[in-house]
């Protein structure tokens, strides 16, 4: 594949999102785009199967070949042989009610005849290990599986090369594994690959990692060099490996990535953990645990059945104090968001119950709960809904009743707390994905809620957003407002949180301080949960480490 | 609700789309045909083991507040619309005709049976049987695709819109008070559901797109149907109920006399 001199701008758009992109990949390769986001890597993956310029519109230049063919001029579903496209959002590319008539659909629009159908349908239900799930409706399989069987249909058209465009963003850390597994097992089969990641993790199978900036390729190099810089990856919005930070802080030269291999080199180096170091972080862990404040909400014995009959939860006890900053982890399906639906009322409870300041809550009280448990939904689109930044802002003062004076008090406040003063008048469509979340927080914050939740408020944000709303979040908690956050992102969980809820199958099965929880991989494995790296390098070495910097500050050379 | 849509195996499932589409109408023209209610009740008589054959009675059944609320609601509007025949009371410049009550109970037992096959039809056809049936019946592809998604589509996006409701009910909505203030509080629904319509569907053809769609090369079916016995049972039954209830019309039975 070779692209040179690749320009595009949408229609309606201010600037060009491919701004002069040389590129070139050999047969067999598999290169990662990154860059942060607005950066051009989506429109470049669809410039590649003729999306763009056939379906999006816009000024165009610049050449394609693909496979020795110029692609220009081309129909997408001619390219669609040759390049296979799989989007980050899985629901919207099923729609069939088997799973073999999702897989068989691309084939049918070719004209492929019945017969090599089946046989298509085969391969590629094998190719990602899904032989099972034929006859199975789409909608009845965990994300991960839906994301497979996205794949399987977008292989029956048999292309040899594939774009994955953030396809396992939207997915739990167990969907993650299968998708990157399949991802794996494709290049060793030969495809020729792009992935689209904004984790380190995701960038593991590619061979070359390209970084894209306002439409620009600014960097390029080998795989583990540029994950080897973590200046270069914060820079462009890409979380750095923590075992690359490590090494680079202890200038060891080029990273183990494996946490136990790491481990083992360092300690080779004759680094230990100094044990006044490791002291001084238990002290801090037992004076947070200590100033906890009086219980805020009581969880107590509390199921939840849907009207399908399934149940959702099971005898769920849980103290939630002033101050807590909670992270609720586990994966898709485990309980989390039921659970926390029940603490402002949004879900009546089956059995037990929630307490809040020593009151009952009932789904009758969701409305004016809103004033003291602000709940900010996982995705922001479902929120949003004023034409001005200021009016979403105001919406909840207003329906509580607050004169004009107020609100704009209460707006301002908020909008300045999440970086958004100044914006009052934007069109909150406009905002990227990041400031939208974070306008979905501002509008929760304007009516000075005691407790904040938030369902996964970092998903499908890039690392420089994700840690502006983490901050903003550790912030709030500074002030002395209780957080409880949904997520399964564990890094951010042992950076920012102080309290850690496991939950597996609709169970609690694990709670405690952060380190505590975080330091017990073989319960966190239960829940398929992975601690983050520098913990587990952390555990090798005889501490769990939360931050590469507790890392740094408690490993000494004896030498 | 979106288990409704996600047929089960059932006699009806397996009948050729278009036959089944074909027989659906001619059910349709019978009930459009009669409206003395006696004559209508028939339809709701064969309804029954229609519902089971199915295979989403307990589904259906599960609806019959709906089924209800379409039969009283059209009773009463025709009730009190139909102004020619044999007073029975007046009140307030209203009046019910003993004609006019009689007609009523047909047309709301005709609206209702059709709701009601209409609905038996949905649950045992999956959509890829559905398009399979259009196509069959001449119309071109990527109209029949588009008619049998937006089925598909109805479940997805009333479960977003009960999403935006709940996020909006926890910044201080209150969806209380009269019908009035209901519907003004519910504006604010529309924006984020319109909008998330809107990026499913802009995600969702890109995906069509990529898998082939609209190429103009002449489209292969992976799913076969032929007719067999069942359809040819089915399509009679229809044709025989549609031809009797037109020979009624024809005799002058069948329908309400003013």
Known sequence: ?559 | MSDFFAAQESFFRRLHPSGKMAALLLVFVAALLLDDPRYVLILWVIAIPAGILSGAFKLLRRLWPIFLAVALASFVLWAVFTRAGTILISFAGLSLTRQGVVYAGGMSLRLSVMLFFGLVFIASTPIEDLYYGLVNMGLPFPASFALSLSFRLVPIFSESASTILQAQRSRGLAAEGGLVSRFKSYFPLFVPVFLSALRRVDQLSIALESRGFGAGIKRTSFIQFRFSARDFIVLGFCLALAAGFIALRILGLGMVQF
């Open chain 1, 1 to 559: 594949m070779r692209v040179e001199g690749l320009r595009f701008r949408y229609q309606r758009g201010d600037r060009f999102a491919l701004d002069g992109m040389d590129f070139g990949q050999a047969k067999g390769e598999a290169v990662a785009v990154v860059g942060r986001s607005g950066a051009g890597k989506t429109s470049f993956l669809l410039t590649l199967n003729g999306i763009i310029p056939n379906f999006y519109r816009g000024d165009f230049s610049g050449e394609i070949d693909i496979l020795g063919e110029p692609a220009l001029g081309k129909h997408t579903f001619e390219l669609a042989q040759k390049v296979g496209l799989v989007l980050q959002d899985f629901e919207s590319q099923l729609f069939s009610t088997r799973a073999e008539l999702d897989v068989a659909f691309g084939p049918e629009n070719l004209g492929v005849p019945r017969e090599q159908i089946a046989k298509r349908i085969d391969d590629a239900l094998s190719a990602v290990g899904m032989e099972k799930f034929r006859g199975r409706a789409p909608e009845s399989l965990s994300g991960g599986e839906k994301q497979r069987l996205a794949i399987a249909s977008v292989l029956a058209l048999e292309p040899e090369i594939l774009l994955f465009d953030e396809a396992t963003t939207d997915l739990d850390p167990l969907g993650r594994g299968q998708v990157r597994d399949v991802i794996s097992s494709l290049k060793s089969q030969g495809r020729t690959i792009i992935i689209v990641d904004h984790e380190p993790e995701g960038l593991m199978p590619a061979d070359r990692i390209v970084i894209l900036d306002r439409g620009r390729i600014i960097a390029e190099n080998s795989r583990d060099k540029i994950l080897c810089n973590p200046e270069i990856l914060r820079a462009n919005g890409i979380r750095p490996p923590e075992m690359a930070e490590l090494f680079e802080g202890f200038k060891l030269g080029p990273a183990e990535f494996d946490p136990v291999k790491a481990a083992e080199f360092v300690r080779q180096k004759g680094f230990k953990p100094d044990q006044a170091a490791l002291a001084k972080m238990i002290a801090k862990d037992e004076k947070r645990e200590r100033s906890r404040g009086g219980v805020l909400i009581k969880v107590k014995g509390l199921e939840h059945i849907y009207p399908n009959g399934n149940q959702a939860l099971f005898g769920i006890d849980l103290d939630v104090c002033r101050g807590d900053f909670l992270a609720i982890i586990g994966q898709n399906g485990s309980g989390k968001t039921t659970l926390v639906k029940h603490i402002n009322g949004l879900l009546p409870a089956t059995k037990g119950g929630v307490i809040f300041e020593g009151k009952e809550v009932r789904p009758a009280l969701v409305s004016r709960l809103g004033r003291e448990i602000g709940f900010v939904f996982q995705n922001p689109d479902h929120q949003i809904f004023c034409s001005r930044v200021y009016d979403e802002a105001a919406f909840a003062p207003r329906n509580y009743g607050f004169s004009d004076a107020d609100v704009s008090q209460r707006v301002k406040n908020a909008l300045d707390l999440v970086g958004l003063s100044g914006r009052e008048n934007d069109n909150p469509f406009l905002l990227t994905k990041g400031e939208r979340q974070r306008l979905a927080i501002a509008s929760v914050l304007s009516a000075d809620p005691k407790v904040l939740i938030l369902d996964e408020p970092t998903t499908g944000l890039d690392y420089t957003e994700q840690r502006k709303v983490m901050e903003l979040l550790a912030e709030q908690n500074l002030q002395g407002r209780t957080i409880i956050i949904i997520t399964h992102t564990l890094w951010l969980v042992a950076r920012y949180a102080s309290r850690a809820v496991v939950m597996a199958r609709g169970r609690k099965i694990l709670e405690g301080g952060i380190r505590e929880v975080l330091s017990k991989p073989e319960v966190l494995k239960d829940a398929s949960l992975l601690p983050p790296e520098i913990t587990r390098f952390g555990l090798e070495m005889g501490f769990g480490f939360l931050r590469v910097e507790e890392a740094m500050q408690s490993l000494r050379s004896g030498g």
